[in-house]
């Protein structure tokens, strides 16, 4: 049982979940690119599972450098979805907006990544008789990439991004994505839930991740419209398996754990209840800062 501060949340066997292996291992980095306002790191994880659900998310860390030296701030690692696995390699967007980051990105061919994963569910599959419409902001296109993959290339994409540096991130998916840009640097100029709201002309399930204003949006806008919808969410990560607690959220059903029992919810747990105040969302976009 999921422990929660309400009523207890089963684990139910069908939920999308690959366990990991109990103890941390060593990825080894086969390759890091620039793209645009990001990076890409790839690594062999040749002792983990080769089938981590799209949607989980691993734990990682440098094997050196990452603290506990006289002149290293000591870290906790950083929760990051995969963006792809294909043949025992994972790969990893993220941007550097903090020390953390700003260390994995440091990484070169021939390091090693230590994670602990995959953890967490994942994405469900589309309501029947729907299309699957994926929703992207900034970062949190990472865990569409592999949903796409598992999907095919003809799952609709939208995304938006602040620039046209951090629009490359859409070059990663098949077919032509629609974007949106804050600048209109790439793409339309606007938010990404104008390209949501014309694409709900015939029916679709959403699946998003971004930022918390951005996923608030996509939740009221699938609510109003009623379409089914799954929102990645993001909260603070010491562990990444439930033991410290730090992850916990509210929903209609009572607290989760979401490095447990998420980090993909579907949009109509944080829905307002009837008669009282609705859960605060914790949506983010699934990369802890730092």
């Known amino acids: 049982m999921a422990a929660s501060y309400g009523r207890p949340i089963a684990l139910r066997s069908t939920e999308p979940r690959t366990l990991a292996p109990p103890a941390r291992r060593t990825a080894h980095v086969t390759a890091v690119e620039r793209l645009g306002a990001y990076h890409l790191i790839?690594?062999?994880?040749s002792a983990g599972p080769a089938d981590p659900q799209p949607g989980q998310f691993y734990m990682l860390s440098t094997a050196e450098r990452?603290?506990?030296?006289?002149?290293?701030?000591?870290?906790l690692p950083r929760a990051f979805s995969h963006a792809r696995a294909r043949v025992g390699e994972l790969s990893f967007l993220l941007e550097t907006v903090g020390p953390g980051t700003r260390r994995l990105a440091e990484l070169r061919?021939?390091?090693?990544?230590?994670?602990?994963?995959?953890l967490g569910v994942g994405w469900r599959p589309p309501v029947d008789g729907?299309?699957?419409?994926?929703?992207?902001?900034?970062?949190?296109?990472?865990?569409?990439?592999?949903?796409?993959?598992?999907?095919?290339?003809d799952a609709a994409v939208v995304l938006g991004f602040r620039s046209a540096a951090h629009a490359q991130a859409a070059t990663l998916f098949a077919?032509?994505?629609?974007?949106?840009t804050d600048d209109g640097s790439a793409g339309r100029q606007a938010l990404v839930t104008d390209l949501l709201r014309e694409q709900l002309d015939?029916?679709?399930?959403?699946?998003?991740?971004?930022?918390?204003?951005?996923?608030?949006?996509?939740?009221?806008i699938c609510a109003e419209a009623g379409v089914p919808a799954q929102l990645a969410l993001e909260s603070g990560m010491a562990c990444g398996f439930g033991a410290c607690f730090g992850c916990v959220?509210?929903?209609?059903?009572?607290?989760?754990?979401?490095?447990?029992?998420?980090?993909?919810?579907?949009?109509?747990?944080?829905?307002?209840?009837?008669?009282?105040?609705?859960?605060?969302?914790?949506?983010?976009?699934?990369?802890?800062?730092?």
């Open 130 to 153: 729907t299309r699957p419409l994926l929703v992207g902001g900034g970062i949190g296109t990472a865990p569409l990439l592999c949903w796409q993959d598992e999907l095919g290339p």
């Open 175 to 180: 077919g032509e994505p629609a974007v949106a």
């Open 109 to 118: 061919p021939g390091d090693g990544l230590e994670l602990l994963g995959p």
């Open 202 to 220: 015939e029916p679709a399930t959403v699946f998003a991740c971004g930022p918390p204003a951005m996923l608030e949006a996509v939740r009221a």
């Open 249 to 290: 959220v509210p929903t209609r059903e009572g607290y989760v754990r979401l490095c447990v029992d998420g980090p993909v919810l579907a949009a109509e747990l944080l829905a307002m209840p009837s008669g009282g105040s609705r859960p605060r969302s914790p949506a983010g976009d699934w990369q802890v800062a730092g």
């Open 42 to 45: 790839r690594a062999l994880d």
């Open 66 to 75: 990452w603290g506990g030296g006289e002149d290293e701030r000591p870290y």
